[in-house]
């Protein structure tokens, strides 16, 4: 008996040491999502690829690329509510997604969802170029709405109707004009040597594919405010990498006011995000 309770003490530091290093183990090599839940709302977006063998379709939605499992059980309809099947989702097809999602990632460009689908609703074709908008159907991939009825290509350099420099700054502000633009910054474009950094330009709530590069200087200012007029918490350059290098959950478009040096060249006055 004596040595059983004298043993016992040692078994439980024993199993509170494997739990504890497969918790760091779990913590450093397994990707944690930032929230795992039912979702509330539905994720829209176009799909662009189809995989009838694993049963996965890929969809790309606002700021974040789904990837969604379809199962036997998912119900899958059209606008009128008619049953459809895996075997009728095709690539370009608008779709609304509900079901038990995951999101992982950090302040990049594109961070994912992955949505194990309960009811997937085909909507129809994504909006092409130079159309426009006449319903709540996307933009197709690539292109940018603007006018909020207007389907475009901001960003290919062209300044053409009805792009203009409120609407497309990039392509319809002159080279060494002062242009302002709102972007998501890759954190892993970072170069701490030259300050520079390079993002997507953001329009109506949707990411163009075309990067923009961003030079900085000693005196660019990079703050973060909850009020454009109010107190501001500033940052050097280093400090601002490390706050986006840090970031978890979805990016946070940030405002670029500064200088077009060339095409999707900016050298930036100021840098920051206006906090809700």
């Given amino acids: 008996m004596t040595n059983q309770k004298g043993l016992a003490p040692i078994v439980i530091v024993l199993i509170l040491a494997v739990f504890i290093a497969g918790g760091v183990l779990a913590y450093r090599y397994w990707p944690s999502p930032v929230r795992t839940q039912e979702s509330k709302t ?19 939605g606002i700021n ?20 459809l099947s895996l075997n009728d989702l095709e690539e370009g097809n608008f779709i609304s997604i509900s079901g038990t999602y995951q999101m992982t990632g950090k302040m990049t460009p ?3 969802v992955v949505i194990v689908a309960e009811r997937i609703k085909v909507l129809g074709e994504c909006i092409g170029e130079g159309e426009e908008k006449t319903s709540d159907i996307w933009c197709c991939p690539g292109l940018t709405l603007i006018e909020q009825k207007y389907c475009t290509k901001c ?44 993002g997507q330009i953001w329009a109506e709530g949707q990411a163009e594919e075309k990067n923009v590069k961003v030079l900085t200087t000693d005196s ?57």
Wanted: glycine share 4%.
């Fill in 64 to 83: 974040q690329t789904i990837r969604s499992f379809v199962l036997p059980e998912t119900i899958i309809v059209d606008k009128r509510n008619n049953l």
């Fill in 155 to 198: 960003g290919d350099g062209i300044c053409k109707f009805p792009e203009n420099q409120e609407n497309c700054p990039l392509d319809c502000t002159e080279i060494s004009k002062p242009v302002s633009i709102r972007i998501f910054i890759d954190v892993e474009s970072f170069d701490l040597d030259n300050k520079t950094f390079e």
């Fill in 110 to 112: 594109e961070w994912e």
């Fill in 42 to 60: 539905e994720w829209s977006g176009t799909i662009t690829s189809v995989n009838m063998e694993e049963g996965m379709i890929e969809v790309q």
């Fill in 220 to 276: 660019t200012k990079f703050y973060r405010t909850a009020d454009p007029d109010g107190e501001k918490e500033y940052f050097t350059f280093s400090e601002f990498y490390a706050l986006l290098k840090n970031w978890n959950g979805p990016p946070w478009p940030f405002t670029v006011k500064g200088v077009l040096k060339e095409e999707s060249v900016i050298k930036a006055d100021e840098v920051f995000m206006i906090a809700q």
